[in-house]
């Protein structure tokens, strides 16, 4: 019987894997693609973090990237490929939480529920740091689960070691895995617990030094960058957590919230440590995605690991009443079939709603870019993934063009004109969408000093040094 729950968990992987071959090379599928792209170019050439690459996320993100990135080859695919491979991290460890706490039967159904999870079906092929981080913090509690229910001594003690580390990655790779540091201190509460939270925090301080020491002199760029930028500002007054906000998150995640609720009534008497996690868990994510502003749609993906462990809760308290009755095996296997349907239902809805995100690029843009901007040169623009494509690189510093970034980050019309003046490897500025005309006489300046003003299909403009040929 553990071998056939085994293969189904292999199973529900398989199917995650191949559900999301198709958007591997897919058009752009969110803003961040681009510029994470381009920023992973950026390290490839040698620029580093926060000093030359500007980055809004901590270090871990496109460090942990770039390996399997440029081992694939360093096209869009390639890093959605990572972004598969974590999410298959975050499934196999959300079956392992649920085993451990609950039984194979919550394992199944938590792996299940995280493989069609709308936010975690977006966040599983997406170039974002959001999929990473949730992957990296189910692998932390995962790792503390075994830290708790290992047989060994010694075992226990890597396992905790191993979660506190993990665990300080995934906040290295997102800060909203803050959320995950109450589950990972609540999960290690048993025996000798407090041996278990020293050696947690001994392996999350080896972590941190090992990715934060690097970047010891570039401190300050780093905190503005990464902490700042996400602090609440007069910009962004009113750009957290609203009643508008989360109506439309619970209108995405509508079945999950619904089995989540269940778990909670149903799952506390006897799977009373896979609820309290579930909820440690969904209390902690809201705290932190409230406490950054703005708050966008796709950090509710914080959420969804609760809701599965709640969730998983449910459906092994309703096996355990199948299984207790007279017709167990007819039972059971109604209660299979019920939860296949509704989960290949969801997930269907899932990987529609990630097709709806899909904007196919213009390759005849595309094609005018390669044209006019000479191999190794540089091209400052606000479409980066078409830039990509084109195989042109932006200036380091500057590739992030999000309107978070030109407008709450002090970066003022003058300092980005001071820049662009004096990059002599740059030979042209791309307006392919509205957010470089949103800083004032940007535009007009750029006429002035690149000249050669070209317009390109799709109704982008693309301005040239003179003599940039």
Avoid at 38 to 58: I, K, N, T
Avoid at 84 to 110: D, E, K
Avoid at 216 to 223: N, T
Avoid at 325 to 338: C, N, Y
Wanted: hydrophobic fraction near 55%; aromatic fraction near 6%.
């Amino acid at each position: 019987m553990s071998l056939v729950r085994g293969l189904c968990v292999a199973a529900i992987l398989v199917i995650t894997l191949v559900t999301r071959l198709h958007y591997l090379s897919a058009g752009s599928l969110n803003l961040d693609e681009g510029t994470y792209w381009l920023s992973l170019r950026a390290m490839q050439a040698g620029h580093p973090l926060y000093s030359s690459v500007y980055c809004s996320q901590p270090p871990a993100f496109l460090l942990l990237t770039e390996p399997g990135w440029a081992l694939l080859g360093g096209s869009i695919a390639a890093a959605r490929a990572v972004m598969v491979a974590w999410a298959l991290v975050g499934v196999a460890s959300g079956a392992v939480i649920g085993w451990r706490l609950a039984g194979s039967v919550a394992g199944i159904s938590i792996a299940a529920m995280l493989a069609v999870d709308p936010m975690m079906v977006q966040q599983s092929v997406i170039l974002q740091a959001d999929g990473p981080a949730t992957a990296l913090g189910l692998l932390a509690v995962a790792m503390a689960t075994c830290a708790l229910k290992g047989h060994r001594e010694r075992a226990r003690d890597v396992f905790a070691f191993l979660a506190g580390a993990v665990l300080v990655v995934g906040v290295l790779t997102k800060l909203l895995d803050a959320a995950v540091v109450p589950v990972v201190a609540v999960t290690l509460i048993g025996r000798r617990w407090r041996r278990i939270w020293l050696l947690a925090l001994a392996g999350g301080c080896v972590a941190g030094a090992a990715l934060l020491l690097p970047y010891l002199p570039a401190w300050s760029a780093l905190w503005i960058q990464v902490v700042g930028m996400h602090l609440p500002d007069s910009s962004t007054v009113g750009a957290g957590i609203t009643f508008s906000f989360l109506a439309s998150w619970a209108h995405l995640e509508l079945p999950e919230i619904i089995l989540a609720a269940l778990g909670v009534l149903l799952g506390w008497r006897n799977h009373r440590r896979l609820v309290t996690t579930g909820l440690v868990w969904i209390g902690g994510a809201l705290v932190a995605v409230a406490g950054t502003h703005p708050a966008l749609q796709h950090y509710m993906i914080a959420i969804s690991p609760g809701l599965a462990l709640l969730g998983g809760a449910a459906l092994a308290q309703a096996a355990e009443w199948c299984g207790a009755g007279t017709h167990a095996r007819w039972t059971e296997a109604a209660l299979v079939a019920a939860l296949v349907t509704v989960a290949s239902i969801v997930l269907v809805g899932s990987l529609g709603n990630l097709q709806q995100l899909q904007v196919e690029p213009n390759p005849r843009q595309v094609a005018s870019i390669r044209q006019l901007i000479p191999p190794g040169s540089q091209l400052f623009g606000d479409d980066q993934f078409n830039e990509a494509l084109a195989g042109r690189q932006g200036p380091p510093y500057l590739i992030d063009t999000s309107l978070l970034r030109l407008h709450n980050s002090g970066l003022t019309p003058a300092a980005l004109e001071s820049r662009i003046s004096g990059d002599p490897a740059l030979c042209g500025v791309l307006f392919a969408t509205n957010r470089l005309t949103t800083m004032q006489g940007f535009q007009a300046w750029v006429g002035i000093h690149f000249p050669d003003r070209s317009d390109l299909p799709g109704g982008a403009v693309l301005y040239r040094r003179a003599g940039c040929a």
